[in-house]
């Protein structure tokens, strides 16, 4: 149970509208506030956030067809269309391709990919070339505007000339190809990614991660080390991530206790054969367009679900923490309030999701549908009488005496209450609609 802990606070002192999570639920442990409210969650709750050619080994030409047929009845769960020089459903060897969706984040999405533009020494890990496939779901902050992907009649490509799913290279980052969707969360655009991408290897990272100049180069040496050692593809590689408020220079951020992560798997930084992808999403019933639950169309858990399947098709994880990323988060803020507390109850709700999908007492204690999670924020929010209201006071006083994370880990009980509240009435509305059936395992 130990390891299944994980801070469910420590993002709080450098909040953002990241997707995730924990995924992301994802996805995975940041700056941790200090005060004694951080030090209990630390201890008791569950968070995600807070997971031949290509790397070395040809397995695009190894039975990859026979690998990827479907493990239960039905046809194949998609059918991603062969871009140029594709030899298999498994991709182009020796290309790399690099998956971000983004939303709304255009400052620090240029940083993210500016460091992407400047990879060394890929080429000797195995790496022939790498793309960044980006997907804009449907940004209004000029994202498609800075990456000059186009020319309309203005001389620049408007959000509205690039339609639905359409693709095309950006003028801005050589290595760049922008996908457009209307805004219909992460998971439906890294499903997207994944169809549109042509490598033989899928690297997921989110659009707040600035990256080393060695990135690609130490997840392939490590990619290429495992299947050395294990002779297949069935080894991820999991990179370091480093939480920063330093948004003028995010790699000056020293790695912290609290960057470890607990998930097995999570998309912040994370590096797979596309054919063991596809493989976990193929244990997801026909009719789904991507490796990703569409189910989970809400904040939260849709790329630790995905790490579940992972486990079930036989992956196993290969630390890599020479692959750093930085992962940029505000400092909390008074205004985040409305926004964090939507997106813990969307978590919880997303947890019921997860938790019918995988009845089992590891999602059970990550998504905090327990008895002990309910008492122990039932009693750190005294039964919800502190809560945003009632604390604002108090945090307005520390964000403005310079202490955003201890307003932070102040808030973190309130957040966690949120979150199980949602998650209980989520379970009571599909007990009543008749619809809170458990998958069989």
């Known amino acids: 149970m130990a390891s299944c802990l994980v801070s469910r606070f420590g993002h709080l002192g450098m909040v953002s509208a990241s997707w995730d999570c924990h995924s992301r639920a994802a996805g995975v442990l940041e700056r941790a506030s200090v005060g004694v409210f951080s030090l209990i969650s630390r201890g008791v709750s ?26 239960v009845a039905g046809e194949s769960l998609f059918e991603p269309g062969l871009s140029a020089g594709r030899t298999s459903d498994c991709g182009e060897e020796g290309l790399w391709s690099v998956v971000i969706p983004t939303y709304n984040r255009l400052p620090i999405l240029r940083k993210c990919l500016q ?27 000029g994202t498609l505007e800075f990456l000059q992907v186009g020319q309309s009649h203005d001389g620049v490509l408007s959000s509205g000339d690039l339609g639905e799913g359409g693709c095309v290279t950006s003028r801005v980052f050589p ?46 040496a490590a990619l290429s080390e495992a299947q050395a050692e294990h002779g297949d593809d ?50 997801l019933k026909s009719g789904y367009d991507g490796p990703f639950d569409a189910d989970f169309s809400e904040y939260g858990w849709e790329d630790l679900e995905l790490g579940v399947r992972l486990k079930q098709v036989g992956a196993r994880i290969k630390h890599v923490p020479l692959a750093v990323g930085y992962h940029w988060h505000p400092a909390f ?25 995988h009845p089992n007492l590891d999602v059970r ?77």
């Open 46 to 71: 569950l968070r995600s956030k807070a997971a031949g050619g290509a790397h070395g080994f040809g397995f695009g030409a190894l039975v990859c067809n026979v690998m990827l047929s479907h493990d």
């Open 175 to 220: 290595h760049v190809k922008v996908i457009r969707q209307q805004h219909g969360g992460a998971t439906r655009a890294r499903n997207l990614g994944v169809r549109e991408a042509g490598g033989a290897v899928i690297v997921f990272i989110d659009s707040d991660l600035v990256v080393t100049k060695d990135f690609l180069r130490e997840h392939g």
């Open 234 to 283: 069935c080894t991820f590689t999991y990179g370091r991530v480093v939480n920063t408020a330093n948004f003028e220079n995010p790699k000056s951020e020293k790695f912290k206790l609290t960057d470890n992560s607990a998930a097995f798997f999570a998309t912040g930084n994370v590096a797979l054969s596309r054919r063991l992808l596809l493989k976990a999403g193929n244990l």
């Open 365 to 441: 204690l990550m998504t905090q549908l327990t008895p002990l999670h309910e008492g122990l924020w039932f009693l750190l929010t005294l039964g919800g009488l502190l809560n945003e209201k009632t604390l604002s006071p108090f945090l307005v006083l520390l964000v403005a005496a310079g202490h955003p994370g201890l307003a932070a880990g102040l808030l973190s009980p309130t957040l966690n209450w949120h979150t199980v509240q949602a998650s209980k009435e989520e379970v009571l509305r599909l007990k009543q609609q008749g619809k809170f059936v458990k998958r069989e395992p």
């Open 115 to 141: 460091a992407l533009e400047e990879q060394e020494g890929y080429e000797r890990s195995g790496i022939r070339e790498y793309e960044v496939v980006v997907v804009d779901d449907g940004s209004t902050d």
């Open 333 to 357: 803020s008074m205004d985040q309030i409305p926004k964090l507390i939507d997106q813990e109850r969307q978590r919880g709700r997303n947890g019921v999701r997860f938790f019918l999908k």
